[in-house]
C-alpha cells in the first residue's frame, strides 16, 4: 500500500510518500526557518500562516519526486499532536479533505511515535520486529522522552523533561552565545574547537519526590532549565569578549557537555532497568556529533544494539508519520469529522 504522510505539528510543512511498511519512495519538507529567526523562536500564528501557503505544493512536489498519482495513494496518514493548535490543524484539514476526495483510510497518528521508529528508515537497518523490545529516545527541539517500545502501538512512557526540551535548551543557550536561532548546529560546530572541561555547568537531577514527574522514576527524568540559566548567570558575571573566539568555543563545548550528559546518564538508567535489545534515537538533537558519540560508546560497553536516525529524518518530517501507519500502529478513524488535535503531548503515551 502506498500511504501519503502530512506533518504539520510546528514549523515544518512536510508531506511524504511510503510503501508499506517502510519504504520511502518521497520526503517533502518546507522549512520555515527564515521565517522565525527575526523572532527567535517559533511564533505559532506565523507558522499557521506558513504551512497554508507551503502545503499544497509541498503534497504535490511529494507525489511527483515519489512517482505515484493520486489514484495510488491507499491511506493518508497525519499528525494530530502534540504540537501547535493552529498548525495541527492546518495539516488536519488537508487530511480529512483528502480523505473525502480520494475515499482512502485516514490514520491519525502521534509526532512522538513518528520520531520512535525514524531510525527504521534508514533501508539498513534490520526491521523493527527484530528489535522489540527496545528503548527510544526522543529528543527533539520540543520533546525529550525515554519509552519502552514493545511493538507498534505498545509503548510505555519512562522518563520525560519536567521543563525544557533539550533542542529548546540548546537553541536558547545560542541565543544567549550570540549565535542566532536555530543555534543547536552552531554549538556542536563550535564544541569541536573548545575544551568541554572549561566551566562546569548544572546536568538537571531531578529530586525525588518533587511532584513533578508522577509515577515515572526520576533518574530516567530530564531538566534542562537549570543550565540555561547557569549559563545566562555565568554571561552576565563574565561577558563575552567579540573576539575571543577560544572562550566562545570553551563555553558551547561545557554547555553542549551538560546536555549530552544529562542525556546519556537517563539512558543508561533506563537501560539498567529493563530487557531491551536496541537503542533508537529520533529527534532532531540526535544529529549532534557529540550525543552521536557518547551514545555510540554508550551502547558499545552495554552490548546493546545502536539505531540512529539518518540525518534526513532526524528533524520533522512526514515520513515518519507514514511509517507508522506503514507498521499497522495510529489511530485508524471512522469518524472522521470528528477528529481533532491533541496539543499536548501529556496524554499521548
Not at 527567535?40 to 512517482?67: F, N, Q, W, Y
Not at 510505555?156 to 541565543?175: M, P, S, Y
Not at 540525518?311 to 477528529?339: K, W
Request: aromatic content about 6%; some cysteine.
Amino acid at each position: 500500500m502506498m500511504i501519503l504522510g502530512i506533518e504539520t505539528s510546528c514549523d515544518e510543512t512536510a508531506a511524504a510518500v511510503l510503501e508499506a511498511p517502510l519504504r520511502v519512495c518521497s520526503s517533502v519538507v518546507a522549512s520555515q526557518v527564515a521565517a522565525h529567526a527575526a523572532y527567535g523562536g517559533v511564533v505559532p500564528e506565523l507558522a499557521c500562516r506558513e504551512h497554508v501557503k507551503a502545503l499544497p505544493l509541498v503534497l504535490d512536489e511529494a507525489l511527483v519526486e515519489s512517482g505515484c498519482g493520486w489514484g495510488d495513494i491507499g491511506a493518508i496518514a497525519v499528525t494530530y499532536g502534540p504540537g501547535l493548535a493552529g498548525a495541527l490543524l492546518t495539516g488536519l484539514a488537508a487530511a480529512q479533505a483528502l480523505h473525502v476526495r480520494l475515499g482512502v483510510p485516514l490514520v491519525a497518528v502521534n509526532h512522538l511515535h513518528g520520531h520512535l521508529f525514524s531510525a527504521f528508515l534508514d533501508p539498513a537497518s534490520p526491521a523493527p520486529d527484530t528489535q522489540y523490545p527496545f528503548l527510544g529516545l526522543v529528543v527533539s527541539g520540543g520533546h525529550t522522552c525515554l519509552v519502552r517500545v514493545a511493538g507498534p502501538g505498545d509503548y510505555e512512557l519512562l522518563g520525560t523533561t519536567v521543563d525544557d526540551a533539550a533542542g529548546e535548551a540548546f537553541d536558547k543557550g545560542a541565543n544567549l552565545l550570540g549565535l542566532g536561532y536555530p543555534g543547536g548546529h552552531r554549538i556542536d560546530a563550535l564544541s569541536r574547537d573548545g575544551n568541554a572541561h572549561a566551566v562546569r555547568f548544572p546536568r538537571g537531577v531531578v529530586k525525588p519526590g518533587s511532584g513533578l514527574t508522577g509515577d515515572l522514576d526520576t533518574r530516567c527524568c530530564f531538566s534542562f532549565s537549570g543550565v540555561k540559566t547557569a549559563l545566562r548567570y555565568h554571561l552576565e558575571a563574565d561577558p563575552l569578549d567579540a573576539g575571543n573566539a577560544g572562550r566562545l568555543a570553551d563555553l558551547a563545548a561545557s554547555y553542549q557537555a551538560a546536555i549530552v550528559d544529562a542525556l546519556v546518564k537517563r539512558v543508561g538508567y533506563a537501560l539498567e532497568g529493563g530487557s531491551f535489545r536496541a537503542l533508537a534515537v529520533g529527534g532532531g538533537v540526535s544529529l549532534n556529533r557529540g550525543l552521536r558519540g557518547a551514545l555510540e560508546a554508550l551502547c558499545g560497553a552495554r552490548g546493546i544494539r545502536l539505531h540512529l536516525t539518518p540525518p534526513a529524518y532526524c528533524g520533522d518530517n512526514a515520513a515518519m508519520i507514514a511509517a507508522v501507519a506503514g507498521l499497522g500502529a495510529g489511530r485508524q478513524i471512522t469518524d472522521v469529522a470528528a477528529l481533532d488535535v491533541e496539543p499536548s503531548p501529556a496524554v499521548l503515551f
